[in-house]
């Protein structure tokens, strides 16, 4: 065997290029695209129809050619993954707190002495002014009234419509030493 002058090599050349191995669990990011990139690439593949489109938009808007419709995926997948773990987080925290401390006014929001809130509903009869709809309202009138309404033709209440009505005050009252109303209302008690 004939010497060639060069000693031979002490290691072996990196597989995959050098990697930290702590940077998963020190929450180091590892793909090889820049947090601004990661987020055009996050843009583009949520607000398509499809990864391949995402990166059809990356190439031809944000000049990035070596994405791939796989990447533009695997980014979405994982930073999603990851937003709904913080999600889940926020709501089992919030969820943990006593009722008070949950529903506490906002910041920046005074709270009123009393708060009222009213509702109501009724039902309303609307009408379609256009032709293909006369026709049909007087099919509707010559047939009979159902057994679950009678009002209502069998054509399953069409015309009516139920509104809901909802009033939200904020008011004020005056502390008294007594009852300013010791008695309840006749109209309160006469159904």
């Not at 999603?80 to 506490?104: H, I, M, T």
């Not at 309840?184 to 008690?189: E, L, R, V």
């Amino acid at each position: 065997m004939k010497p060639s002058g060069q000693n031979p090599k002490p290691s072996v050349p990196a597989v995959g290029g050098l990697f930290f191995p702590q940077s998963r669990s020190l929450g180091i990011d590892r793909s090889g695209s820049s947090l601004a990139i990661q987020a055009k690439i996050i843009y583009a593949g949520a607000n398509n129809t499809s990864y391949k489109q995402g990166d059809t938009d990356l190439k031809e808007l944000a000049d990035l050619k070596k994405v791939g419709p796989k990447q533009v995926r695997r980014v979405c997948k994982r930073i999603g993954a990851e937003r709904c773990v913080e999600r889940d987080e926020k709501v089992a925290k919030y969820q943990a707190l006593p009722l008070v401390e949950r529903k506490e006014t906002p910041q920046g929001v005074t709270a009123p002495e009393v708060a009222v809130v009213g509702t109501d509903g009724g039902r309303l009869q609307i009408f379609d002014r256009s032709a293909s709809a006369d026709a049909t309202d007087s099919e509707a009138l010559d047939s009979p009234a159902t057994d679950d309404h009678p009002d209502e033709r069998a054509d399953n209440g069409r015309h009516w419509r139920e509104d809901k009505i909802g009033l939200v005050m904020a008011m004020s009252s005056k502390v008294q030493s007594t009852d300013p109303c010791p008695e309840i209302p006749g109209n309160f008690i006469d159904l």
